[in-house]
């Protein structure tokens, strides 16, 4: 007897629009997500999304998670039911996962599961990096905009992507002094319009940088940075100090695949999409054909993207079990053309790169089972 | 050198930048949008259509100064807050900037501010001539300041002098 038809873990914004489609279908859902509130990572993003105005461009981050949520909460109670501070445990290959809830463990049986569980933010290794005040960015941001306590009031900031960038801003705008963002790459890797934003705001942005070294008594008093040579290596003598007492890592993220290990599921090594991903296809369904993966989990990129792969998993995974309805084949095919529309300029280089391993899936970058085996 | 910097050069910022008698004949926005990201609010918030439909969402915006009114409701719809609001025929040698402006607390009218360049630069004392808050799908505030008219392509922020000690 199984407990729900399709189950979806993580209910950031990959899950949450997977959630809805596939109840909207008529499948019976469960979304399990580990924290209180709904939205991920969107709840701490009170910048403004880019994308198309017909859909979510132009709303803030935190603003799409309230209309996510809301839609959720209308459905329950029918087809769609939501767990909310429940963390999946255990995974088995019999369709069947573990959470903890409440300090119990409970079991669900299901048809489909769509995993969407993110991923989690890389460290960087230096000597120091132990000290408090070293922080990832994105646990700043979290810190800063959901709980309203800022770490700190001088900051570095490694890593000028969109995380480093946006993060920056924000500090600027919690009223934190942030003396500069580095970069070890030659250029700014995040959108321009936000780098532009951070230098009106006076922060200069130093490529070919990196940090050597955190110095403090018991916390981050100081930050040893240097200049990079094209070889990655540092510059004798372009060491400088700064007084902060945060150093700021955003310096990318890994996609949280652990749970999907358990149960020996295909993983592919692909570097442009964030490291060790589960395969998949261009519906998101893994090497198991009940299984299914989007978001961040799938490869590293961002919301806008993770809601289509959301909406496209909810929709297949429901067809699977028989909720079949005129006009979703058409649906579910519009979101492949905007998936790729969407991915259509330069800056989805990486991201396309990182695709089209995962179809041309090669020997040498697939791996089986166990990534630590 | 945009990208290694995060300034756009003179260069670069000529594509957005109307003729000289276009420039006499009141506002017009200037978008500052130089890379080719998958986002279309600019045109989608234009009623005029001065923004030209995409063929690919990532294009760059090109703008039809002729149909361009000035009215500014692009300013606060630009994600990347890449669009400015010029005046340049508000006399008395000033032109006018309307900005978003995403700080706390928000200036008042008629208070001295610092004006900066793309670079964060200090290069004056203007004047807060509005405020208001706008955009449909999510509020930005609008500041707009009025500045010596030969400065009107290198200020495009401000800091408030309250609070500028601390920087």
Do not use: W
């Not at chain 1, 990655?232 to 993220?253: F, W």
């Not at chain 1, 592919?268 to 989007?294: A, C, N, W």
């Not at chain 1, 990129?301 to 309805?325: F, K, N, P, S």
């Amino acid at each position: 007897m199984k407990d729900t038809q399709v189950l979806v873990v993580g209910g950031g914004p990959a899950g949450l629009m997977a959630a809805l489609a596939a109840s909207n279908l008529g499948a019976c859902v469960t979304l399990i997500d580990r924290q209180e509130t709904l939205g991920g990572q969107l709840i701490k993003q009170t910048h403004k999304f880019f994308g198309t105005y017909k859909e979510q461009a132009g709303v803030r981050g935190i603003d799409i998670a309230t209309r996510l949520s809301e839609e959720i909460k209308s459905s329950e109670n029918g087809n769609l039911k939501t767990i909310q501070g429940g963390e999946v445990v255990a995974f088995y290959p019999d369709c069947t996962i573990i959470y903890s809830h409440n300090q119990t463990l409970k079991k669900i049986r299901y048809d489909r599961v769509i995993f969407a569980t993110g991923a989690s933010e890389r460290m960087l290794l230096f000597p120091g990096n132990d000290l408090p005040g070293v922080y990832a960015a994105g646990a700043i941001q979290t810190l800063m905009n959901v709980n309203g306590v800022l770490p700190g009031d001088t900051y570095l900031m490694v890593g000028a992507g969109n995380i480093g960038l946006i993060v920056s801003y924000q500090l600027l705008q919690a009223g934190a002094r942030v003396i500069c963002v580095l970069d070890a790459m030659p250029k700014i890797g995040g959108y321009l319009v936000h780098a532009s934003k951070i230098r009106r705001m006076g922060i200069p942005i130093y490529l070919r940088h990196t940090i050597l070294e955190a110095r403090g008594e018991n916390k981050v008093e100081e930050a040893v940075i240097t200049a990079l040579d094209n070889n990655l290596r540092p510059v004798p003598g372009t060491e400088k100090v700064l007084k902060v007492d945060v150093i700021s890592l955003a310096v990318g993220l890994n996609p949280l695949g652990e749970l999907l290990e358990q149960c020996g599921l295909k993983f592919v090594y692909i570097p442009e999409l964030g490291g060790f991903v589960p395969f998949h296809d261009e519906f998101m369904r893994t090497s198991r054909k009940e299984i299914f993966v989007v978001g961040d989990l799938a490869g590293v990129e961002e919301a806008t993207t993770a809601m289509l792969q959301g909406r496209l998993a909810g929709l297949v995974a429901a067809q699977d079990i028989g909720y079949i309805r005129d006009g979703v084949d058409r649906e579910i095919e519009r979101i492949l053309e905007s998936l790729s529309k969407y991915r259509a300029g330069p800056k989805s280089f990486k991201i396309k790169e990182g695709i089209s391993k995962l179809k041309t899936n090669d020997k040498q970058s697939v791996i089986e089972g166990f990534k630590y085996a | 050198m945009l990208e290694k910097t995060g300034v756009p050069t003179k260069e670069e910022l000529k594509r957005f930048i109307p003729s000289k008698k276009r420039r006499c004949e009141g506002p017009y926005a200037m978008i500052e949008c130089f890379e080719e990201i998958p986002c279309d609010p600019c045109y989608a918030a234009c009623p005029f259509k001065a923004v030209k439909e995409f063929v690919n969402i990532n294009d760059l915006p090109e703008i039809d100064f002729d149909r361009c009114t000035g009215c500014g409701l692009c300013v606060s719809e630009c994600p990347g807050l890449a669009i400015f609001l010029i005046d340049e025929t508000v006399g008395n040698n000033q032109a006018s900037i309307s900005m978003p402006y995403e700080f706390q607390p928000l200036p008042e009218k008629g208070e001295s501010v610092l004006a900066v360049d793309r670079e964060g630069n200090i290069v004056g004392e203007v004047i807060v001539d509005e405020v208001k808050i706008s955009g449909r799908k999510a509020k930005t505030p609008m500041v707009t300041i009025l500045v010596p008219l030969n400065q009107v392509m290198d200020i495009r922020h401000f800091y408030l002098k309250r609070l500028n000690e601390r920087r």
